[in-house]
């Protein structure tokens, strides 16, 4: 959570209008992109990421991550495959239409709204024959915020089940085996995780932006990832 505040802190002072620079409105934000990036959790991975704009509201996301997780000096490759169909929406298109009698409320679209659903798929395996996988529904919703010339932002919450691999443990009152307790198990949580997380994206052109994120959740390491998306 404090990665989240201070590149939210930061993004706020370096957020500069820059008006029909790349000669777009303020809230034309890019729902068809490719991206490529680079994280870093309890171990390095690598993400790829493409987005597709679809009539109205409605855009595809498609995602593909891969990484390691280190249970008891062993390593296992985690990868983990996402797909969800989006829908966003101004934030004035949305309190313009409720109106109160005679009153009715004229607000900018300075920001959108959006929620993806969908499923995430994670496949965990290890040279010692260790291979599970399942999946998990997904959903994604936040705000879109700042100006596509320059500058933009985005607030989000992620929510998801999320597996790991963890030691056994010998219960109480048992006794174990040496060989029992260096045995690993794959444990779906059974409390749905959410992420909260913050993104600063810098169009430096109208076909391309510099990305960087931040994350934290209940139940994995905070993650910090930066990339470049191609936008079309």
């Known amino acids: 959570m404090k990665n ?31 991206g490529l990036y680079a994280f ?18 409605l855009y595809l996301v498609a995602e593909a991550k891969a990484d390691g997780v280190d249970v008891d000096n062993e390593e296992y490759d985690k990868f983990t495959k996402a797909i969800r169909i989006g829908a966003h929406v101004g934030i004035g298109d949305v309190l313009n239409s409720v109106s109160v009698g005679n009153v009715s409320l004229q607000i900018e679209n300075f920001m959108d709204v959006f929620l993806e659903v969908g499923i995430k798929a994670t496949d965990i395996d290890s ?49 174990c085996t040496a060989f029992e307790t260096s045995q690993v198990t794959y444990v779906l949580d059974d409390e749905t995780d ?29 993650v910090i990832k930066i990339g470049y998306q191609f936008n079309f």
């Open 127 to 175: 040279q010692l024959d260790f291979s599970e996988s399942d999946t998990q529904a997904n959903v994604i919703t936040g705000i879109r915020f700042g100006d596509s010339n320059g500058w933009e932002g985005k607030i989000f919450i992620d929510f998801s089940k999320e597996t790991e691999v963890v030691q056994q443990v010998c219960p109480v009152n048992l006794v």
């Open 40 to 57: 870093k959790a309890e171990d390095s991975g690598l993400e790829g990421k493409v987005s597709l704009s679809l009539p109205g509201p």
């Open 194 to 222: 959410q992420k909260f997380g913050f993104t600063a994206t810098y169009n430096a052109s109208k076909r391309g932006a510099l990305v960087i994120e931040t994350s934290t959740s209940k139940v994995s390491d905070g």
């Open 4 to 34: 989240i505040r201070f590149f939210a802190l930061l993004f706020s002072f370096i957020v500069v209008a820059e008006e029909g620079r790349l000669e777009r409105e303020p809230n034309s934000y890019r729902y068809s992109s490719l």
